[in-house]
């Protein structure tokens, strides 16, 4: 079922698919407000290209992967006779990936084309590339695409995400808000297009491929609340204190949040990714069998790291091709004798190349034995995004080039073999199969593959391989005579799965040239076995096994998707959430609450203090006369019985409610408790001894000087250590060392050690809300007043024990009643209720003080709630 963007107030008819009409004022659409164009709003008839299932030749039902790419995996060329021609690019990541999808599933493709497509065209190609390649073209202009990719892609959200600042004012990585706004046109256009593309929401899976569209997963979650989405991404990921300078954020972190499942190469990309979830939004992740975790809004969005590999059997199959026979003979030919280097790289300023040719130079200079023998080979393809930087970074390389070979050039020697041009797949294959050592030096890289295919094509294919450049023959080699030598970054995605490489600092040009010069003089049968180790890994964590295995992470995490009841609020980039919620969670009603209230005969009133009845704040949390007037009003009915719960201590929580008479205060979670203010203050458990505290505190105290921002809270039956003010990682992983500290110590002790929101509280055992809540009820049935009416509200982890309370009396045979546990915010809770914030308890509460005066209304039976 397909769900059209409208805004719901009765959230119980959405979850069972009532969707009604859209009153008036619903809101504009995000697209309208962002200034793109509308999303369609018809949610049954999605266009052309949607269909509710697929059935295959054999007439089974298939479901969908559609993978969304800035650019479809197809070669474009025009004929002036014929038109468009187009065919597949077997060497795009997404048509390889497109293997390693279950048998019952369909690949369809999304994105743009390399090429410009005139207007009078775009519907005639549309309908070509779907009848023969499953392939939806989007066409963007040629100023948008310009703008949207090359200046605002490449330039500014590139850099940054390779960990690049732009610093200089003049820059052309400075953020621009027009380029921006671009980016979201660009992504909105992308939208339409899956609007029309999408079938059946719960057959389809969307696979959006990297940071050209980090912006989809919002606009397509708000179209479609339980899309089944996932996004990975091909670039790095940079430190919080990198991405925290980019002024959108916000918006880029939240839209990959709104995807069901994120995806990274390697664990540092995912680990900063997760920091700034901590960082800006304050949320935490959590690890269940072996999978990371971040619940956003009600939903578990996955953290998937996983590098993605090759296809070797594409590029085995390439040592049989006539060009690929031709060109490895004349290249065996040409480095006769010598041992050969080879760099794969862009002309870009993150890839390394002036520092793997200075490590060259001085390989050459500090070991003159080797001039004459070593050659470094470096393929150097076409910049992807020209600019300054790389003009300067092309004259700067080719100056160092020509300045070592004037210095090492010998009659018949080359010490560099400079290829600034296109290399297609078979000479790449020639040059990876000659070549005895590959050095791959890029200072910030998403994955880079070339380690990966070097070592399929030195593997070679089944029963001969090609030997090195110094070798007898380019002919078959014995398996026990396949080596192959990797010299790797540390910052390329690929280093931490090639353990048998010489991982060095590429900003160290000492370190590569140590690097190179111990990879060339390793024995070869240290390089044999190196090889091996590295042909297992990448033979069997192939392209397909990438996507076979997102894959099914993907349909995990979205397998409960139908049973979500969802709901957006706000409409751009910036305020858009989707909350999702189970279908009993609604929220709080009050008229619903005001009616029963009116008919009940004793009433009883379990409010929490902190963010329920006030705001949570760092300054204060006094509660203001608004909220003690109601107070007032409310416990005055004698027929009302009004407790305050909270975790506070009892001095605070009398000195700030003296002034209402027959208010009930529980403090520091039940543990001392009053039913009004001429009481005395009652115990739980008047045998507790507290001598543990002179153990605890020093502890405490410990952890408080050597975290700034942290504090220790004392109460008469609790101590408390507080972090909300710390740095966000370092309190989590102190709070984390602390728990571990005090349970080792406090293992005989009979109290608990509970971590809770930015704090750790050690408090006597058994001590919570739900105790007292229980022992509240239990007092008001004993004194021949069961109350008919409960009402009990809270926002955080420990009210979820008044909630589970409340469910136990509930069922209660004893206690007939109706009952709302409610908590504060739309947040999965164990509260059947809720209610938006601390000023929507106190106009709740105010209505029902104006109401409880008035008599008892007849009713003819208890209900439930």
Request: hydrophobic share 40%.
């Amino acid at each position: 079922m397909q769900f059209t963007r409208k805004s719901f107030s009765n959230l119980a008819a959405l979850a069972q698919g009532d969707f009604g009409e859209a009153g008036a004022g619903a809101g504009s659409s995000m697209s309208e407000l962002l200034g793109g164009g509308p999303l369609s709003h018809n949610a049954t008839a999605l266009g052309k290209g949607s269909r509710t299932s697929i059935d295959d030749m054999d007439g089974r039902k298939t479901t969908r992967c559609i993978f969304v790419t800035n650019h479809l995996p197809l070669k474009c060329s025009k004929d002036e006779a014929s038109g468009w021609n187009f065919e597949w690019d077997p060497d795009a990541l997404v048509a390889q990936a497109k293997e390693g999808l279950p048998d019952d599933m369909e690949a369809v493709y999304v994105g743009c084309l390399p090429v410009e497509i005139e207007g009078h065209e775009h519907e005639e190609v549309t309908q070509q590339l779907v009848s023969e390649f499953n392939c939806h073209p989007v066409f963007l202009g040629t100023e948008l695409k310009n703008n949207y990719y090359k200046k605002f892609c490449k330039q500014q959200l590139w850099p940054i995400l390779h960990y690049l600042i732009p610093l200089n004012p003049t820059s052309l990585g400075r953020f621009d808000p027009n380029l921006w706004s671009a980016y979201v046109r660009a992504n909105m256009a992308f939208a339409n297009k899956l609007v029309e593309v999408l079938g059946s929401l719960e057959e389809d899976f969307v696979w959006i491929h990297d940071y050209h569209l980090l912006v989809l997963p919002s606009l397509l979650r708000k179209r479609f609340h339980r899309i089944k989405c996932g996004v990975f991404l091909h670039s790095p990921f940079p430190s919080s204190e990198i991405f925290r300078t980019f002024p959108r954020r916000e918006e880029i972190i939240r839209s990959m949040l709104n995807a069901d499942l994120v995806g990274f190469h390697t664990f540092d990309y995912a680990r900063h990714f997760l920091s700034c979830c901590s960082r800006m939004l304050g949320l935490e992740h959590k690890t269940s069998r072996g999978s990371i975790i971040v619940e956003y809004y009600g939903r578990d969005v996955g953290i998937k790291i996983m590098p993605t590999g090759v296809n070797p059997e594409r590029l085995l199959s390439g040592f049989s091709w006539s060009d690929t026979i031709w060109r490895q003979g004349e290249l065996v030919a040409q480095f006769k004798g010598k041992t050969v280097l080879l760099g794969v790289d862009d002309m870009d300023i993150f890839k390394g190349i002036e520092l793997k040719l200075q490590a060259f130079e001085q390989v050459l200079a500090h070991h003159p034995e080797w001039r004459g023998k070593l050659v470094l080979v470096q393929v150097t393809s076409a910049a992807r995004a020209p600019g300054k930087d790389v003009e300067d970074l092309q004259r700067f390389v080719l100056d160092l080039v020509e300045s070592i070979n004037a210095r090492y050039r010998q009659p018949g020697y080359e010490p560099v073999v400079w290829l600034e041009r296109p290399v297609p797949l078979y000479e790449r294959i020639a040059l990876y199969s000659i070549a005895d050592v590959a050095v791959v030096t890029a200072t910030r890289d998403g994955m880079n593959l070339v380690p990966y295919e070097y070592v399929v094509c030195r593997q070679g294919p089944s029963g001969g391989a090609a030997s090195g450049a110094g070798g007898a023959s380019s002919g078959a080699m014995p398996p026990d005579k396949r080596h192959s030598m990797l010299v790797v970054s540390e910052f390329v995605g690929c280093s931490p799965s090639l353990s048998g490489a010489i991982r060095v600092n590429p900003w160290s040009i000492e370190a590569v040239r140590d690097a190179i010069y111990a990879a060339i003089r390793l024995p070869l049968v240290d390089r044999h076995i190196r090889h091996e180790k590295h042909w297992k890994y990448v033979s069997n964590h192939t392209v397909q096994f990438w996507a076979k295995s997102y894959l099914a992470d993907l349909q995990r995490f979205t397998r409960n998707h139908s049973k979500l009841q969802c709901f957006d609020l706000g409409f751009a980039l910036d305020t858009f959430r989707m909350v999702a919620l189970t279908s009993n969670f609604r929220k709080l009603q009050s008229e619903v609450v005001t009616k029963a209230c009116q008919r009940a005969g004793k009433r009883v009133f379990l409010l929490d203090h902190d963010g329920t009845l006030v705001a949570q704040s760092t300054i204060t949390t006094k509660p203001s006369q608004e909220v003690l007037n109601m107070l007032k009003h409310l416990s005055s009915d004698p027929r009302n019985l009004v407790y305050i719960i909270s975790g506070r201590a009892r001095p605070e929580l009398a000195d700030w409610f003296s002034s209402v008479e027959n208010l009930g205060l529980a403090a520091e979670h039940g543990f001392y408790w009053r039913p009004n203010a001429r009481s005395e203050w009652l115990v739980q458990d008047p045998e507790a001894r507290f001598g543990w505290k002179d153990i605890v505190q020093p502890i405490l105290q410990l952890y408080t000087e050597s975290t700034d921002g942290s504090f220790i809270e004392v109460k008469d039956s609790a101590l408390v250590w507080h972090y909300r003010d710390a740095d966000p990682d370092f309190g989590s992983w102190q709070a984390k060392e602390l728990l571990d500290h005090l349970e080792g110590v406090l293992s005989n002790e009979p109290i608990e050690v509970v971590p809770g929101q930015t704090i750790v509280e050690v408090k006597p055992q058994g001590v919570s809300k739900g105790k007292i809540v229980e022992r509240i009820l239990h007092d008001a049935a004993a004194a021949g007043e069961p109350p008919d009416f409960v009402l009990c509200i809270g926002n955080d982890r420990s009210d979820e024990d008044m909630f589970t309370a409340m469910e136990n009396m509930q069922f209660s045979p004893h206690m007939p009643a109706e009952v709302f546990a409610c908590t504060v915010g739309q947040k999965p809770s164990k509260a059947p209720f809720y209610v938006n914030d601390p000023a929507d308890v106190v106009s709740t509460l105010s209505k029902l003080a104006e109401v409880s005066a008035a008599p008892p209304a007849a009713s003819p039976s208890v209900s439930f709630a």
